[in-house]
């Protein structure tokens, strides 16, 4: 049995090629997955791919203001209401916008992506930690960039941005890390690191390019998947590396 079998996970910024893989990588390992973006035509795509694809899946699409706290509070208690317990929640609201040079940095962009990259993760942290913290196998997985560790000079705005939701995650790992200090560890925050993502239709727009050091979005959902089955303690408030460190 896979250890997310039986497990109810929610996924934020479902709709594109990464949430796409992930929904599939879930739902085939038994999981109930709840998805949510803010485009409801691409995240109903994506959902009916994932409930054709494993055929007695239960795979829920749900549009939600992640940029709203109430909404996503509500978001996450009705999950649970509805289920009857909640195991993961899988940040994959994304965002870039860089320059050429630092001193041609925009602003307008960190306004952007402070929105999308850390707002997101507070609300989505904030509404879900209890119902992760009542899991006996609850999760909170960040996706990261390496861009965070090594800001380059036109990257500034999605690099700070980056880390500041890293740095938000690792504070959710010290919740967990508290709250089963007595009864032992069973939720977990974790940060997984990529370069940048790769899929097929890139690919095939650029069938020369190498993409080194990208990673594939099904190798992603197969890291994503594989934190159920390693202790909480051995994940918790680390960042997985699935590209070469800076």
């Not at 934020?12 to 109930?32: I, Q």
């Not at 997101?120 to 509404?127: E, F, I």
């Not at 200090?181 to 069938?207: F, N």
């Not at 994503?224 to 408030?237: H, K, L, Q, S």
Request: charged share 25%; hydrophobic share 50%; aromatic share 6%.
């Amino acid at each position: 049995m896979s250890a997310l079998d039986g497990a109810v996970v929610a996924v934020a910024g479902a709709a594109g090629p990464a949430g796409r893989a992930t929904l599939l990588r879930l739902a085939e390992a038994g999981a109930t997955v709840v998805a949510c973006d803010a485009d409801a035509a691409r995240l109903a795509e994506a959902v009916d791919a994932a409930r054709y694809a494993h055929g007695g899946a239960t795979v829920i699409g749900d549009t939600v203001d992640l940029l709203d706290l109430d909404a996503t509070r509500e978001w996450a208690t009705r999950t649970e209401k509805e289920f009857g317990r909640i195991d993961g929640l899988v940040h994959l609201v994304g965002g870039w916008r860089g320059s050429a040079t630092f001193a041609e940095t925009d602003l307008a962009d960190w306004d952007l992506l402070e929105k999308l990259l850390i707002r997101t993760v507070q609300h989505t942290s904030l509404a879900f930690q209890a119902g992760l913290q009542r899991s006996d196998r609850g999760r909170y997985l960040l996706i990261s960039a390496a861009g965070a560790s090594k800001p380059t000079a036109g990257n500034a705005a999605y690099a700070a941005s980056k880390a500041a939701a890293e740095a938000w995650t690792l504070a959710l790992g010290d919740a967990f890390r508290k709250a089963g200090a007595e009864q032992g560890l069973t939720s977990a925050a974790a940060i997984l690191v990529v370069k940048a993502l790769v899929h097929d239709a890139m690919r095939a727009e650029r069938p020369n390019a190498k993409f080194a050091g990208f990673t594939d979005v099904k190798e992603l959902a197969e890291a994503i998947a594989g934190v159920w089955e390693r202790p909480a303690g051995e994940v918790n408030g680390n960042r997985l590396w699935l590209t070469e460190k800076p």
